[in-house]
């Protein structure tokens, strides 16, 4: 799965960024209390797409919910339903665990999967902007009095 998450990075134009190890993600999913979940896709034994997720909290509706970090099919699989196949999985464990959301994120420029997404009846939050903190903003920012 490490080499999916280094082609959704190419793919999503922040190669760079991916510094994903395999140890890494091992320890996330199989360790004795996972912090990350996932669901891979698999034509002819081969794993050709995945979908990795993490439980979140909504104070809202008093429940958690499913954050989905990431889903990739390779290029060549696409279309043949194994990115409805995955969501579908995700969806169907909200529905088992009453979990009340499911959500992602997307880049804007992606239109193809945000064609795909709404297709499947999910809306985007318009009103709602991401802010992130990393490398050194959140470093100086844990490290302050």
């Not at 959704?8 to 320890?27: I, K």
Request: one cysteine or more; hydrophobic letters at 45%; a negative charge.
């Amino acid at each position: 799965m490490v080499g999916l998450a280094e082609e959704l990075a190419e793919y999503e134009r922040a190669r760079a960024d991916c510094h994903l190890t395999v140890d890494q993600l091992h320890d996330a999913l199989f360790r004795p209390t996972p912090a990350l979940f996932g669901h891979v896709a698999e034509v002819d034994g081969a794993v050709v797409g995945m979908a990795l997720w993490f439980l979140n909290f909504s104070t809202w509706r008093g429940t958690h919910g499913i954050y989905l970090e990431d889903l990739y099919v390779r290029p060549s699989e696409r279309g043949s339903g194994l990115g409805r196949a995955l969501l579908t999985e995700l969806a169907r464990e909200c529905v088992a665990n009453g979990y009340a959301r499911l959500e992602w994120a997307v880049l804007d420029w992606n239109a193809s999967a945000i064609g795909f997404y709404r297709s499947l009846g999910a809306a985007p939050m318009d009103e709602w902007t991401v802010f992130r903190l990393t490398d050194k903003a959140l470093h100086d920012l844990g490290s302050s009095d």
